[in-house]
């Protein structure tokens, strides 16, 4: 045996090998993580109805292991007629974007499954979107009566249109070279028995008696409505729609309406109802036994005389424990309200909206829809079923109306509900101080879509709520893409224009007013108890306390300030603007002060330097009263009707 042989030092060596093997194992496998990235959808689902509002997903990308790259994220699987906007999304790592799926008019019902696909170099991870499509089948419309032969302009419903854009572009006789104080002026005043508060109506060329007349319309709050002689001013026949010993209503301690309470909305005319052509007006009235009623009636426009089935009462009910609830109804009463958003006449179907004496309560939002030719109620839509508040007032604007037959307005301080659905719409579904779109699709008021301000809540309880102002629908634009963009403007008492996408308004989000348009700060200089007017591509605001402004829209953009104002200023409540042109030239903007006396104002719409008022002339000669705080004045066939207190001022070429 050798002597330096040592097992004890063989097996210390074994040992020190396995540790150091063991040691070199564990390092190679557990390597530094590899920085990825994860990608999530919400909601998961989503449900469209075919030609409905588009209904936002939120898309987001998170990190981990320190992955500070961009992800791109693809779309697939959508089923036939749904689209994505946008189709294709660029993620910044803890930055969520959104993508609007909507469904086109005519696509099929369908469940289909999206995957988004996010790449971010040769790292790829999905999440997907359960898309579920109701179709809308409408019955094809009857068809129309033929037309009778009419020469002429017809102004028949709230400022000109049902988009409410205030514009007669059929103007030939009032230029501004011939609106002078020397050469255009008042020529007389229609005498009423009461306030006019609606927007006076304009027929062309209407047989009454064997004879043709241009007429004019004004309906007062002593429920009377008139209709003269445009050229003569003689009363052609004048028709009470009071019942047998009624009164009007008082003003209810409210000073908005005062000191009574008859016809106060703007009506609407239909030239081929009944036997001669209709005017509709809601009235309000008192009976004998202390009972309110609120009536739609259907008027003959030739005799005043009320056609058959005419009046009906107004009434109605609806699912809710809100305000003035019974047995799981909210319950409409007529002595609470007024109806003074103007009338809007859209695919045979009356509608109208309801506003409350001031904040008096208990009440609701009320929008409802009368067939024109029966007179009954076809549908009923509550937009704060289960709260309180939130009615429709506008200042008296129309409630705008698209192509596509949905119904847009802006809903007055009341009940939101902050939490939403997976849909994004409000759990209780209640809609105070909303932009509200409502489509009107077989037959049925249902809440389209929606833009609610971030701060809705404190704006409601401050009562600084959106519903002082009126919606325009404006004319389909186009960017330098070539995208075209379907919008909506409004604006309210918190002093900010609000432009909307029609096909995906924004809703909720109580983080902020990301997914809007359009948010305007401090393009307008006080409230809007209006509504604006549109011309050539232009928006015009006059805000209480402000001057008249023209918005200009370039690249399918509303600009965020004025590129030209009037020289004065308009107390409140502002003013709502109407618009004259031949076409696209010759334009001119006609606008109303509340002031004592009244001043009519007309200004070169591209300019807005003024071209006449009606303080100008000597010895008071176009003066026509005291104003009258929400009226809109009526341009027509050479002609300005103004509403006051006590008549309808007419003002034209001076002979």
């Known amino acids: 045996m050798r002597r330096d042989w040592h097992p004890e030092k063989y097996c210390i060596w074994i040992v020190l090998i396995a540790v150091w093997t063991v040691g070199c194992s564990s390092v190679t496998q557990n390597p530094a993580a590899t920085a990825d990235f994860t990608i999530t959808a919400n909601p998961t689902t989503a449900g469209l109805t075919a030609g409905g509002g588009a209904q936002p997903v939120t898309v987001t990308a998170m990190g981990a292991s320190g992955f500070s790259g961009t992800v791109t994220v693809s779309l697939a699987g959508a089923p036939a007629g749904v689209t994505a906007s946008p189709a294709t999304l660029t993620l910044t790592v803890g930055t969520p974007q959104q993508v609007s799926f909507s469904a086109a008019a005519g696509a099929a019902a369908a469940n289909a499954t999206v995957v988004l696909t996010g790449t971010s170099g040769a790292k790829t ?25 009419v020469s002429g302009v017809d102004i028949t419903t709230y400022h000109v249109d049902v988009a409410r854009t205030g514009l007669n572009p059929s103007e030939t006789t009032l230029t501004p070279t011939t609106v002078t104080s020397a050469t255009f002026g008042l020529l007389r005043t229609l005498p009423v028995d009461g306030k006019v508060d609606g927007e006076p109506l304009y027929l062309s060329n209407l047989t009454i008696g064997g004879v043709s007349h241009n007429v004019t319309y004004a309906v007062t709050e002593n ?9 003569t001013g003689t009363q052609l026949w004048k028709t009470s729609v009071l019942g047998t010993s009624e009164t009007t209503s008082g003003d209810h301690g409210c000073s908005q309406i005062t000191p009574q309470i008859g016809i106060t909305s703007t009506p609407v005319i239909d030239r081929k109802a009944g036997p001669n052509g209709t005017i509709f007006v809601v009235g309000m009235s008192l009976d004998p036994s202390g009972n309110y009623h609120q009536r739609l009636h259907a008027l003959d426009i030739t005799t005043g005389a009320e056609l058959s ?3 009906t009462e107004i009434s109605a009910s609806y699912p809710g424990t809100g305000a003035n609830s019974s047995a799981g109804n909210v319950v409409f009463d007529p002595g609470q309200y007024a109806e003074r958003a103007g009338l809007l006449l859209l695919n045979g179907t009356i509608y109208m909206g309801w506003t409350s004496h001031c904040d008096a309560g208990p009440y609701t939002g009320w929008l409802m829809a009368y067939s024109e030719s029966t007179l009954a109620q076809t549908s009923v839509l509550n937009l704060t079923p289960n709260g309180s508040e939130g009615s429709i007032w506008m200042a008296g604007a129309g409630l705008a109306a698209d192509a596509s037959g949905n119904i847009y307005f802006l809903d007055a301080n009341g009940t939101f509900d902050t939490t939403l659905n997976a849909s994004g719409f409000p759990t209780s579904s209640d ?16 809440v389209a879509d929606y833009f609610e301000t971030s701060n809705t809540v404190s704006e409601s309880t401050n009562d600084e709520d959106l519903g002082s102002g ?46 809007i348009y359009q948010e305007i700060s401090g ?7 209006s509504m604006p007017a549109y011309f050539n591509s232009t928006v015009y605001y006059g805000a209480v306390t402000d001057t008249l402004k023209a918005f200009p829209i370039t690249n399918a953009m509303l600009a965020t300030a004025a590129t030209v104002h009037s020289a004065n200023t308009f107390q409140y409540p502002g003013t709502t603007p109407s618009v004259s042109a031949n076409g696209t030239t010759n334009g001119i903007v006609w606008a109303v002060e509340n002031a004592s006396p009244a001043v009519l104002h007309a200004y070169d719409a591209t300019t807005l330097a003024e071209l006449y008022n009606s303080n100008q002339a000597a010895s008071a000669r176009d003066q026509f009263g005291s104003g009258n705080k929400f009226i809109t004045p009526t341009i027509v066939n050479g002609k300005v009707f103004v509403g006051s207190p006590s008549g309808v001022a007419e003002f034209g070429i001076l002979p």
């Open 125 to 149: 991870h999905t999440a997907s979107v359960a898309i579920t499509v109701t179709a809308v089948v409408t019955p094809p419309a009857p068809p129309s009566p033929p037309a009778p032969a």
């Open 223 to 231: 429920d009377s409505v008139y209709a003269f002689d445009a050229d």
């Open 309 to 311: 089935g005419s009046p």
């Open 431 to 446: 809609f105070g101080n909303a932009f509200v779109k409502v489509s009107t699709a077989s037959s049925s008021l249902t």
């Open 470 to 515: 009126g919606a325009l629908v404006l004319p389909d634009l186009q960017d330098t893409a070539g995208t075209v963009h379907h919008l909506a403007v409004g604006a309210g008492k918190d002093s900010k224009i609000y432009v909307v996408n029609r096909d995906s308004m924004g809703k909720f989000n109580s983080a902020g007013d990301t997914a």
């Open 523 to 529: 393009g307008i200089g006080g409230s809007v108890y």
